[in-house]
């Protein structure tokens, strides 16, 4: 069987990844022709409406984008090139500050949408709404492309904040230590202030210098 390559139109798009939407100019049945080259094992299916092409030299069946991976990919289709922000416990698993496997991760973006369940049991992928200028993040590579990553003291400042997104209480303040020898201060204290999260600071502080977290200090 003659082996089929990558869509140019595809290889070039930001983490490799696209919608029918965005091709009509291509093709002109862009949701057929995805599907043709899906089911020929070109392409993958991240989401309903989302297709991923693998790194160069990989065949699509046999590799499988990490869930952080598929859900920058995923929301760049949605929101454009260096747009969204991983955050959250997602951040911290790409900073390598927590090594196991979660089942969900966040990103922030724009403007509010609802969560999405990823093909092939790859997780959830959770959207914040942000206005992601303001975070503090850098482009990193993910094997198929550059997206924007929170810093370690954004994530930190956000775990705090929100330990929901860092996998509950307990995980947060692993994640927290984990970051911590890693987090300038001296940024930290500029962003808590730009951003308002003088307590979630404070709160970092406490947990990664292990002090006795009262009632009086997690409000």
């Known amino acids: 069987m003659r082996e089929i390559a990558v869509p140019i139109v595809i290889a070039r798009a930001p983490m490799r990844t696209v919608r029918p939407s965005g091709l009509t100019q291509r093709w ?13 094992g070109v392409i993958r299916r991240l989401a309903h409406g989302h ?4 790194p160069d030299g990989a065949v699509a069946r046999d590799w499988r984008p990490d869930l952080e991976t598929a859900a920058m990919a ?13 955050m959250g416990m997602g951040a911290a698993r790409f900073h390598r ?22 093909d092939d049991e790859l997780g959830r992928v959770v959207f914040a ?7 503090d993040a850098r482009l990193e590579e993910f094997g198929i492309g550059r997206a924007l990553v929170a810093t370690p003291e954004q994530t930190v400042l956000d775990v705090a904040h929100r330990p929901e997104w860092g996998g509950g209480d307990d995980v947060a303040a692993e994640t927290i230590r984990a970051l911590w020898p890693r987090v300038d201060r001296v940024r930290l204290d500029r962003l808590a202030v730009r951003q308002g999260r003088v307590a979630a600071r404070d709160r970092a502080i406490r947990v990664a210098t292990r002090e006795p977290v009262t009632k009086e200090s997690q409000q």
């Open 28 to 40: 002109a049945q862009p949701a057929k022709e995805l599907k043709r080259l899906r089911d020929n």
């Open 51 to 54: 297709y991923i092409a693998p």
């Open 74 to 86: 995923l929301a760049t289709a949605r929101y454009g090139d260096r747009v969204p922000v991983l």
């Open 97 to 118: 500050a927590v090594p196991r496997a979660f089942d969900r991760t966040v990103v922030a973006v724009p403007e509010q949408a609802h969560r999405v369940d990823l």
């Open 129 to 135: 709404t942000r206005d992601t200028a303001l975070l």
